[in-house]
C-alpha cells in the first residue's frame, strides 16, 4: 500500500474510528472548522487564479477521427470490371478493393476559396452524388454541395476538372447521347428563410438543370470552371430521385408525392407530373425496357408505365394519373431499388433490414434476412463471374450477398455508427459505454444498435467482433411510434483484462415493464472472445446504476471485487464464488458480498484508489471513503464550494488526491494532510474529468456553446497539476464529448508517457483520439493513389488453372505487366478449391468432361504399377535388414573408447546399401519350413511384428528380441542380419530406430 494512503487511513481512522458515521462538520479537519479569514484569503487566491487561468494561451489540441461521419447517402459504384467500388465520405470518395474490402486510395479534392462557391463550412463540400462517365469508364463524376462538378481520373487519382454551378447539387446523372453534359437537381435560391444558408430543406425549391462540362472561354485555364451553357428544365420539391432511362429518350426525377417525366428532346416542354398517394423516397429504371419503379414511404413499390407519347398531351392545372404495377411487402420506408441486369427480378431494401427479391414476371419474392442494420443502398456486381449484390448499410458497413446462394459472403466494417433510425439518440447527458481492452489492444465502444457491443482494432483499423449484449428485435417500430430497446449504458474491465462487467436497462412503457441488468462477462484467452458468466437481475431494484468500478491489483480471485451505486440510495459490492462440479471441475460465478448506505443520501459515482486499499462514494454534497475490507467509513470530504458531487477520482499512481467534480466546479483533496489543495470554479458545464494513469495531473473540459448558428460547439481543455488551481496548459478542441478515457503509454498509439492521450465518443458519435501530440498510423489508401494493379488474389478460375495469369487480366497495366504474366505457371488445385468449385451455379459450371481429369486428381493419388510396388518392397526389405547394421557402424566407439568425430549421415547410408545391392552378390532367401497346421508359430504370432524379428524360441522371448544399438550382443557375439542371435537378449536394448518406415510381414 502505497505511504501517502497509508497515512492517510491512519489520521483519518483516529478521528472517525468511534463513530464511522460522523457527519463531516465534527471532523475536526473538514472545510467546515476552518478559519473563515483563512478562507476569504483562499477566495481571493482562487480569483487570482482564475485570472491567471483566463489569460493563459489557447492552442487548439491534436486530435484524429477513427470512424466517418456518417454513412453516405450517395449509392456505391463499382468499376467496369468490377474490381473496385466507390464509397463516398464526406468530401471525399474512397476507393475499395472488391476482392479484400481495403480502401486503396482516396479522392480529396482540395480547398477550394472560389467566391462562387456555395457556403464555407465543414459541411458544404460533401459529396451527394457520383456516376461513371458514359464515354470513358475510367472517369468519375461527383457533385457535391458547395455546387461544383469534378471529373476525376481514379485510375492516376488525379482531378481532371471542376466545373461550378454556384448552387448545392444533391443528384447528378448523365447518358452517352449527351456528350460532355449531366443532369443535376441543384437547390434553386428561395425567399424562405432557413437556419443555414443555401441548404435545401423538404419546403425548398429544386431546379433540374442540364450543364454543359465546356468551360467559357475566360474560365478555361482556371482551377475551377464555369460552365459555358446551363439549361433549366423545371421546378420540382426536394428530389429523392434523378435518372434517364437507358435508351436516353427520357429524364426522371422525383420529389415529394410526384414523379416528374421529360423528354430530352424536347427540354423546353418542361415536366409532367404524374401523382402517387404516398411520399416517394427511390427510383430505379429498368435495363432494357421503358418503365421505372420507385419505393414510397409506407413500403409500397409502384412500376410506372407512363413513358409514351401520351405524356406530350397536356391539361393545363390537371396532373396526369399513370398505369401502374403494385409490389407491397415492406412495412416501413423503403430507401433503394435495384433492378438485375436482365431485367428479370427487383432488388428493395429498407429499414427491415431485409433484402427482398421480387421475381418480376410472378410476382415470387425471396428474402436474405438481419443483413445487420437498415439498408440504404443497393448495387449490383456482374463482372463476367458470379452475380453478387452489394448492400450499404445505415451503420456506414458494406455487405455482399451472393446471388446464387442469397447468403451473406462477407462483410465490410470499420466501425458501426448510430444509425438513429429505428430508435431515438440518447441525450447528450446519457452514459455511454467506452473501455480499452489491454489484453487484446482493442476499443470496446457502443454498436450501431444500442443494445451491442463493438470490438475495434486501432492498429489494425478493423472491426473484431460485435457482442449482442441484450438480444432485441432490430426493427423496433409499430406503425408510426418507435419502440425504446435495450441500452447498454456502462462498460468497465478489470485491470487485468479478464472480466467485464455491462449495465444495460429499458425504461418502462404502457407494454414493458423497466428491466435493468449487470452483466458479468468472463474473456476466453483461447478463443479471443467474452463469454457471460454472471447475469444480476435489478441490482439496484428498478433504479438506475450510477457508478460500476471493478477493484484494481487483485492479486487472487478471492481479492477482486465489483462496487456498484444506484439510484436506491444502495452502496453494493459483488464477489466472486466458486463451486466445484463434476462436469466442469471448479465454476466461478458472482454473487452479492455487501450492502451499505450513507445516510439518505443518493451516491452519484464510485472510484477506487489505485492499490484497491480505498473505496470513494460521491454521495449528494459529501464523497465517503470507505475500508472495503470491513466497510467500514474512514473519512468524509466536504466543501460548502461544492453543492452537489457528481465524482470523484483518485490522482495519480500513489492515490494521495482525490479530484471532486460538481456541475461547474472542481475541487482537489489531500488526503496526507487532510486539506483542500485547491478549487477552480468554471464558467461553463464542465465533463468528468480525466486523471493521468501515472501522474499527479488532471483534465477539465468545458462545453462552451456556439455563439451563432453558423459556428459550432467547442471544448475547452484545462490541464491541472496538484499544487495550483492555475492550469499548466489550456487546449481547444471543435466539438464536444460524451464520454472520453485515457489510454495506457503501453497501448496502441505512440504516446509521450508524461503527456495525456484519450480516446472518446463527440456528441455526433465520432470515435476520436486526442491529446498531446497524438499520431496516429495513417490508414493505407487514406490519400489519393494511381491504382496500377489489384494486388489481392481474385477468386481462382479453372482457365487460371490450366493456362496461368491471362496477359491481358490488367488493361491499365498491360505493358508492363504481361511478361510476368506470361512466365505464370499454373498451380495444382488443392482439396478446398477442388470442393468449392461446385458452389456456383449448375448452369455456369463448364462441361464435365474438362472438370473430370482435374478434379480427379485433386481428389485421388495416382496408383503405382505392379513392377514399382514390388521394386519399393524389396527396396523397404533390404532396407529394413540392414538399417540395424548401418546404426551400429555409426555409433561404434574407436579403440580408445570415445566416439568417432565423422557421423555417417542417412543419406550416406542409402547410397552404400544402394552399391551393395547392385554390385554385391546375394544370398538366395531362405525358404521357411512348412508347418503341420500352415501357421509359423504354435500360438499364431508371425515371425515379424511391426518389423521386428522374434526369436524362433518361446513366446516370452518375442517381446524381448531386439537389435543392440553397437551390434554386439550380450555373449559378445556380433549379431548377423540375417540369422537371429542364438542367446535371448536383456530388456534393457532398445528397439529399433523411431520413425523407420517397416513392412509388417504376413507370416
Wanted: net charge neutral; hydrophobic share 40%.
Amino acid at each position: 500500500m502505497p505511504v501517502a494512503v497509508d497515512k492517510a487511513r491512519a489520521a483519518a481512522a483516529s478521528d472517525v474510528h468511534s463513530s464511522p458515521v460522523k457527519a463531516s462538520q465534527d471532523i475536526p479537519n473538514s472545510p467546515a472548522a476552518v478559519n473563515p479569514r483563512k478562507r476569504r484569503k483562499q477566495k481571493g487566491k482562487e480569483v487570482e487564479d482564475a485570472a491567471a487561468a483566463a489569460a493563459a494561451e489557447e492552442e487548439a489540441w491534436s486530435w484524429k477521427s477513427l470512424t466517418d461521419s456518417s454513412a453516405s447517402r450517395v449509392p456505391p459504384i463499382f468499376t467496369k470490371d468490377g474490381s473496385y467500388f466507390f464509397s463516398a465520405a464526406g468530401p471525399s470518395v474512397k476507393i475499395h478493393s472488391v476482392a479484400t474490402g481495403e480502401v486503396v486510395s482516396t479522392l480529396t479534392p482540395p480547398p477550394s476559396s472560389e467566391p462562387g462557391a456555395a457556403g464555407s463550412s465543414s459541411q458544404a463540400d460533401v459529396v451527394t452524388s457520383a456516376i461513371l462517365s458514359p464515354h470513358n469508364p475510367f472517369q468519375l463524376i461527383t457533385g457535391s454541395l458547395d455546387g461544383c462538378v469534378r471529373v476525376w481520373d481514379f485510375l492516376d487519382a488525379s482531378l481532371l476538372q471542376t466545373v461550378c454551378i454556384a448552387q448545392p447539387i444533391f443528384h447528378l446523372t448523365a447518358h452517352e447521347r449527351f456528350r460532355d453534359h449531366v443532369f443535376v437537381a441543384a437547390a434553386r435560391p428561395t425567399k424562405k428563410k432557413t437556419s443555414k444558408a443555401n441548404v435545401a430543406t423538404s419546403e425548398d425549391n429544386v431546379a433540374v438543370l442540364r450543364v454543359s462540362l465546356k468551360p467559357t472561354a475566360a474560365s478555361a485555364a482556371s482551377p475551377v470552371q464555369t460552365s459555358s451553357e446551363i439549361v433549366g428544365v423545371g421546378k420540382t420539391r426536394l428530389t429523392t430521385g434523378l435518372a434517364i432511362s437507358p435508351s436516353g429518350a427520357w429524364l426522371v426525377a422525383t420529389a415529394g408525392h410526384k414523379a416528374y417525366v421529360c423528354r430530352t428532346d424536347d427540354l423546353k416542354a418542361g415536366f409532367t407530373k404524374f401523382v402517387s398517394p404516398e411520399r416517394l423516397t427511390c427510383l430505379a429504371f429498368h435495363p432494357s425496357e421503358e418503365y421505372f419503379a420507385t419505393g414510397d414511404a409506407t413500403g409500397c413499390i409502384r412500376l410506372w408505365y407512363c413513358l409514351n407519347e401520351s405524356i406530350a398531351i397536356k391539361t393545363p392545372g390537371v396532373e396526369k394519373t399513370a398505369q401502374t404495377t403494385t409490389l407491397h411487402w415492406h412495412a416501413h420506408a423503403i430507401s433503394s431499388l435495384a433492378f438485375t441486369p436482365n431485367g428479370a427480378y427487383l432488388l428493395s431494401g429498407g429499414e427491415e433490414a431485409v433484402l427482398v427479391i421480387w421475381q418480376l414476371h410472378t410476382g415470387k419474392k425471396e428474402y436474405v434476412p438481419r443483413v445487420g442494420s437498415p439498408i440504404v443502398h443497393i448495387a449490383l456486381l456482374n463482372s463476367g463471374g458470379e452475380e453478387e449484390y452489394l448492400l450499404a448499410l445505415a451503420d456506414a458497413s458494406f455487405v455482399f450477398v451472393r446471388a446464387s446462394t442469397l447468403k451473406i459472403s462477407r462483410s465490410i466494417a470499420r466501425i458501426k455508427l448510430d444509425p438513429a433510425i429505428s430508435h431515438d439518440r440518447p441525450s447528450s447527458s446519457t452514459a455511454v459505454p467506452l473501455a480499452v481492452h489491454s489484453l487484446s489492444s482493442t476499443l470496446i465502444l457502443p454498436s450501431s444498435h444500442p443494445s451491442s457491443l463493438q470490438t475495434f482494432s486501432p492498429s489494425t483499423s478493423k472491426l473484431i467482433s460485435e457482442l449482442e449484449v441484450s438480444p432485441s428485435n432490430r426493427v423496433s417500430r409499430r406503425d408510426d411510434k418507435p419502440l425504446q430497446p435495450s441500452r447498454v449504458e456502462r462498460a468497465v474491465l478489470s485491470d487485468s483484462g479478464d472480466w467485464m462487467a455491462t449495465v444495460d436497462c429499458r425504461e418502462a412503457d404502457e407494454s414493458f415493464r423497466a428491466e435493468v441488468y449487470i452483466k458479468i462477462w468472463q474473456w476466453d484467452r483461447k478463443g479471443g472472445f467474452w463469454v457471460l458468466n454472471t447475469r444480476i437481475d435489478r441490482p439496484h431494484e428498478l433504479k438506475n446504476v450510477t457508478g460500476v468500478a471493478f477493484r484494481p491489483c487483485a492479486r487472487t480471485p478471492d481479492d477482486l471485487l465489483l462496487a456498484t451505486t444506484g439510484e436506491d440510495g444502495q452502496i453494493r459490492s459483488w464477489r466472486i464464488r466458486s463451486v466445484k462440479t463434476k462436469s466442469e471441475g471448479v465454476e466461478e460465478f458472482w454473487v452479492a458480498r455487501s450492502s451499505l448506505r450513507f445516510r439518505e443520501e443518493i451516491p452519484s459515482d464510485v472510484s477506487w484508489s489505485p492499490d484497491g486499499s480505498l473505496l470513494a462514494v460521491s454521495v449528494g454534497s459529501h464523497v465517503a471513503i470507505y475500508d472495503p475490507e470491513t466497510n467500514a467509513l474512514m473519512q468524509v470530504l466536504t466543501a460548502p464550494e461544492c453543492a452537489t458531487v457528481a465524482s470523484a477520482q483518485f490522482v495519480g499512481s500513489t492515490g494521495r488526491y482525490v479530484v471532486v467534480s460538481g456541475p461547474r466546479d472542481v475541487l482537489l483533496w489531500d488526503l496526507v494532510s487532510q486539506c483542500l489543495r485547491w478549487h477552480y470554479r468554471s464558467q461553463a458545464a464542465i465533463d468528468r474529468p480525466v486523471v493521468h494513469p501515472e501522474e499527479d495531473r488532471v483534465v477539465v473540459m468545458e462545453r462552451i456553446a456556439a455563439s451563432t448558428t453558423a459556428e459550432s460547439p467547442s471544448t475547452k481543455v484545462l490541464v491541472f497539476g496538484a499544487l495550483s488551481s492555475v492550469p499548466v496548459a489550456v487546449r481547444t478542441l471543435p466539438f464536444h464529448t460524451r464520454t472520453v478515457v485515457p489510454v495506457p503509454s503501453s497501448g496502441f498509439f505512440p504516446t509521450d508517457p508524461s503527456g495525456f492521450t484519450l480516446v472518446g465518443i463527440t456528441d455526433s458519435w465520432s470515435v476520436v483520439v486526442l491529446g498531446d501530440d497524438v499520431q496516429v498510423p495513417e490508414d493505407e489508401g487514406s490519400s489519393a493513389q494511381g491504382i496500377t494493379r489489384d494486388t489481392a488474389t481474385g477468386k481462382r478460375t479453372l482457365f487460371h488453372d490450366i493456362f496461368g495469369a491471362s496477359a491481358f487480366a490488367d488493361f491499365a497495366t498491360a505493358a508492363s505487366t504481361s511478361t510476368a504474366a506470361l512466365g505464370t505457371t499454373a498451380q495444382p488445385w488443392k482439396g478446398k478449391e477442388v470442393a468449392q468449385i461446385f458452389d456456383a451455379p449448375a448452369h455456369l459450371l463448364p462441361p464435365l468432361e474438362s472438370l473430370f481429369d482435374a478434379i480427379m486428381d485433386g481428389f485421388l493419388a495416382t496408383r503405382p504399377s505392379e513392377a514399382e510396388e514390388q521394386e519399393e518392397q524389396d527396396k523397404e526389405h533390404e532396407e529394413e535388414m540392414d538399417v540395424d547394421d548401418s546404426a551400429d557402424v555409426a555409433n561404434r566407439p574407436s579403440k580408445g573408447g570415445a566416439p568417432l568425430d565423422r557421423v555417417v549421415d542417412r543419406q550416406e547410408m542409402h547410397a552404400f546399401v544402394d552399391l551393395f545391392m547392385h554390385v554385391a552378390i546375394k544370398a538366395p532367401p531362405s525358404k521357411p519350413q512348412p508347418q503341420p497346421n500352415g501357421i509359423a508359430k504354435p500360438n499364431g504370432i508371425p515371425p515379424h511384428i511391426n518389423g521386428i524379428r522374434t526369436a524362433p524360441s518361446t513366446p516370452a522371448n518375442a517381446s524381448k528380441q531386439a537389435s543392440r544399438p553397437n551390434g554386439v550382443t550380450p555373449n559378445g557375439q556380433t549379431h548377423t542380419p540375417s540369422r537371429p542371435p542364438a542367446t535371448p537378449q536383456s530388456d534393457s536394448s532398445p528397439a529399433v530406430k523411431a520413425g523407420k518406415k517397416r513392412k509388417k510381414s504376413i507370416g
